[in-house]
């Protein structure tokens, strides 16, 4: 536990070093540590300096994580000892060892105070080019988010919304939000990655810390109810979802839960977080809502004029959420940001092209329709297909390759490729190369290919490359009863299971879950099914603590005999 007065003397502390080592107004830091106190630390401190925040996951890839140290131009890391070894090029601090403790009533740090339009944070997108792109974000902008999430959630006194979970990845401009919730005096429960990411854990978590708010993806929390969760998610207060559209069943599922305020947020990182909200129990299909204060969405046509109420067209976003622009804007990005005249307005005004499809009802809601380019979601992230595709074309043995999207229509939604093999090279090969350029949820699950070929358009005919994708089996019958079996014959079924999931013709010891094109909601529909078919009490984070095909059954073996 850690009381505000603690976290500001340790921000304090951490913000007199970093003044030290030259952060000024605007500076930006990197922030690489693990989920914890001295994160939430670090962030503070870096604002108490008046420097901008850039928040790098420990997971990220080292190729990955030099571009945004080289881009943003972060010159000071704030990490751990163990950590830093990855920084060679960087001045690296850690919170604790390298903080001054002062004595209590001593001032340990200049105080310069940050304004509405100094910098915050930068947070990276996929970007087209085949680079994540930086975008730059005020504090204004983040003051903005904060003060309409209090408005949204209708909780004052703060103590009837007392406990917060910190839930949302560091790779996500959401994380900022939910850090937002100290400025209301609430209680910040920092929850680490495997509770993150194992329904089972955050089920536990939600009841074992009293969690009164979580925001999290769709995608985490279909997990949850696949796992038989509902219950928890019924002890929280409020539920906010954002990051990737929301299906029909879910809406439906979620609706449904008792006592609990469930708001689907939605907004692209250049418009700081969120623009829009809609409490699903007042909608009766998915929708995003309506806008926030102090932003404008408008539904415009191709030459960017309104289009009237029911029509589709690109929502496009003004105000004061807008971001200042991108760290390097080249010709295609800065289209993004652009200026247009509205009707009875005096003159141009700033907007995003959010290169979303939209319409608004005659009520006024807004409903997101999808998207106009090659950018898709994935677990509540952003990612452009061209950036993938370019990844995968710079790894060596890709003569070759086509990236699109999987979507079953049933809300789960997964990357594919496929790739036109050079002589010798393997697609193990190229996962492993690929796994050294890109963050987990950018990586594909990957099919091998002879050829691409072409639709009338000049694209990768994707839809005739899924034709062609060998299936897999169908999953033998189970046995009546499992205690004679031998373990091959469980490895078998087990074997079974991973394909029906992971749709894959055939698994080999090697083969890693995740690598495969395992997330969150087949992990859970993977060991859920492994209890049903072997009558066996696993729990879920199994597959997260041992992800590959052999080490799994192992544990799967040992569970067996010890039943």
């Known amino acids: 536990m850690v009381t505000y007065g603690e976290l500001m003397e340790r921000a304090s502390a951490l913000a007199a070093r970093l003044q030290e080592v030259g952060v000024r107004r605007e500076s930006p830091v990197a922030v690489c540590l693990p989920r914890g106190a001295d994160l939430v630390t670090s ?27 080289r881009d943003s131009e972060s010159r000071v890391v704030v990490t751990t000892p163990e950590l830093a070894v990855g920084f060679p090029s960087a001045r690296t601090l850690t919170p604790a060892a390298d903080g001054h403790r002062p004595e209590r009533g001593t001032p340990v740090a200049a ?107 769709p995608t985490q929390i279909r997990a949850m109810l ?126 995003y092209r959010t290169g979303d499809m939209g319409r608004r009802d005659t009520a006024g809601v807004l409903e997101f329709l999808g998207r106009t380019d090659d950018q898709v979601s994935i677990s509540g992230y952003r990612v452009e297909l061209g950036e993938v595709e370019a990844a995968l074309r710079g790894c060596d043995g890709v003569r070759d390759t086509a990236v699109g999207l999987e979507d079953d229509g049933s809300g789960e939604r997964r990357l594919e490729a496929w790739v036109v093999l050079a002589e010798h090279s393997t697609l193990d090969q190229i ?51 499992t205690e004679t079996m031998t373990e091959e014959a469980v490895h078998g079924i087990v074997e079974s299971i991973w394909c029906d999931t992971l749709g894959v013709a055939a698994v080999t010891p090697s083969d890693d879950f995740f690598d495969l094109g395992g997330d969150s909601v087949r992990a859970t529909q993977m060991v859920v099914l492994a209890r049903e078919r072997l009558t066996l009490g696993i729990p879920i984070r199994t597959i997260f603590d041992h992800s590959g095909f052999a080490v799994f059954c192992k544990e799967i073996d040992a569970a067996m005999r010890a039943r």
């Not at 990957?446 to 999953?475: E, F, N, S």
Request: hydrophobic residues 40%; glycine residues 10%.
């Open 226 to 351: 696949l796992a038989g969760h509902a219950d928890a998610l019924a002890a929280l207060k409020t539920l906010i979802l954002g990051g990737e559209p929301i299906d029909r069943n879910l809406w439906d599922r979620l609706r449904s839960l008792p006592h609990v305020r469930v708001h689907n947020f939605y907004g692209p990182s250049e418009c700081t977080i969120d623009v829009t909200t809609a409490e699903l129990a007042r909608h009766r299909h998915p929708v995003i809502g309506s806008e926030r204060p102090g932003t404008s969405v408008w539904i415009l046509d191709e030459d960017l004029r309104p289009v009237p109420d029911g029509q589709s067209g690109e929502i496009c976003v003004t105000g004061t959420s807008l971001a200042r622009g991108y760290t390097h804007p080249g010709p295609a990005e800065s289209a993004r940001f652009t200026h247009l005249h509205l009707p009875g307005g005096s003159g141009p005004v700033r907007v």
């Open 43 to 69: 962030v503070l401190g870096i604002w108490l300096a008046a420097g901008a925040c850039l928040l790098i996951d420990p997971d990220t890839p080292r190729s990955r994580r030099d571009h945004l140290l």
């Open 431 to 481: 996962r492993q190369a690929l796994a050294d350029r890109l963050p987990r949820h950018m990586l594909p699950r990957l099919h091998g290919a002879g050829a691409i070929p072409m639709g009338p358009t000049g694209k990768a005919d994707t839809t005739a490359l899924r034709a062609a994708v060998t299936q897999p089996p169908t999953t033998p019958a189970t046995p009546e009863t």
């Open 111 to 217: 105080r310069p105070g940050v304004h509405d339009d100094d910098l915050a944070y930068l947070v990276y997108t996929s970007g087209t080019t085949g680079a994540p792109k930086g975008v730059l974000v005020e504090h204004g902008s983040l003051a903005a988010v904060a003060a309409a999430h209090e408005d949204v959630l209708d909780s004052r006194p703060a103590r009837l919304l007392s406990r917060v979970a910190l839930n949302s990845s560091t790779a996500s401009d959401v994380f900022y939000s939910d850090l937002a919730h100290l400025a209301s005096g609430r209680t910040l429960v920092i929850l680490d990655e495997a509770t993150r990411r194992d329904p089972d854990r955050l089920a536990h978590g939600i009841r074992a810390f009293g969690i009164d708010v979580l925001n999290g993806t």
